[in-house]
């Protein structure tokens, strides 16, 4: 079964420092891997996505994310972090021939001033 | 247009009250799907429509009822509800096939309260 665990409920970080969510799975196979956001009483955005190739993914508003296989890890980053930043971040994990998509449980991420 | 459009907003309703959710798409894409979001929860799977045909009905109770009218539209039919079913449900589209590397595009959501 496929897993996706984001370790942590909340990041603090203050504007201008870098940021780090987590997020690793637990698969067999070559899986897909995703960053939604989720602004409040908003719905989901896409972020970024990793299909293959290169394992630095850029995606939206200046948001990277590196897909390490032997750590089995999608961490999100951001070298210099913004207070509009705050939000909700799930990350989700996908495979070829599956319809549906396992998300974490999300992370908050808090950008102080 | 990279948009998808949900409405109502917010529907209050009673247990016996029969309501619609509605969403709209334009950007051709032929995989819709519902979820169900509790507060600070990520979104639970309810129903995947693939070329306008149900292909994933996660066990969801009988009195939600999907329905994909055409390639742009999705509905959710409710009826009977209970206060648990109180959630914010969105709507998310793709490209077909659903789910694998297509990224899905949600709409904002409606907040359904059960009274």
């Known amino acids: 079964a496929q897993s996706v665990a984001q370790p942590e409920d909340q990041v603090n970080v203050a504007e201008g420092n870098p940021l780090t969510v987590k997020c690793t799975y637990s698969?067999?196979?070559?899986?897909?891997l995703f960053w939604y956001v989720q602004y409040p009483n908003r719905g989901l955005q896409f972020l970024l996505k990793?299909?293959?190739?290169?394992?630095l993914v850029k995606g939206s508003y200046g948001f990277e994310a590196e897909f390490n296989k032997s750590q089995t890890s999608f961490h999100l980053k951001k070298p210099s972090a913004l207070v509009s930043d705050s939000a909700l971040y799930f990350c989700?994990?996908?495979?070829?021939?599956?319809?549906?998509?396992?998300f974490g449980k999300g992370t908050m991420l808090l950008v102080s001033p | 247009d990279t948009e998808v459009t949900q409405t109502p907003k917010h529907l209050v309703m009673g247990m016996t009250n029969k309501k619609s959710l509605k969403c709209e798409q334009h950007?051709?894409?032929?995989?819709m799907y519902w979820y169900k979001q509790k507060a600070k929860k990520p979104p639970e799977l309810m129903f995947v429509?693939?070329?306008?045909?149900?292909?994933i009905n996660e066990s969801v109770p009988s009195r939600f009822s999907p329905e994909c009218p055409n390639s742009s539209l999705l509905n959710l039919h409710l009826h009977a509800l209970q206060p648990e079913d109180s959630a914010l449900y969105l709507c998310?589209?793709?490209?077909?096939?659903?789910?694998?590397?297509?990224?899905?595009?949600f709409g904002p959501g409606t907040r359904l309260t059960v009274l």
């Open positions: 998310a589209s793709s490209q077909a096939p659903a789910g694998g590397y297509n990224e899905q595009f």
């Open positions: 698969v067999s196979g070559n899986p897909y």
């Open positions: 990793y299909i293959t190739g290169d394992n």
């Open positions: 989700a994990v996908g495979f070829r021939g599956y319809s549906t998509l396992t």
């Open positions: 950007m051709g894409h032929r995989a």
């Open positions: 429509y693939s070329y306008e045909k149900l292909s």
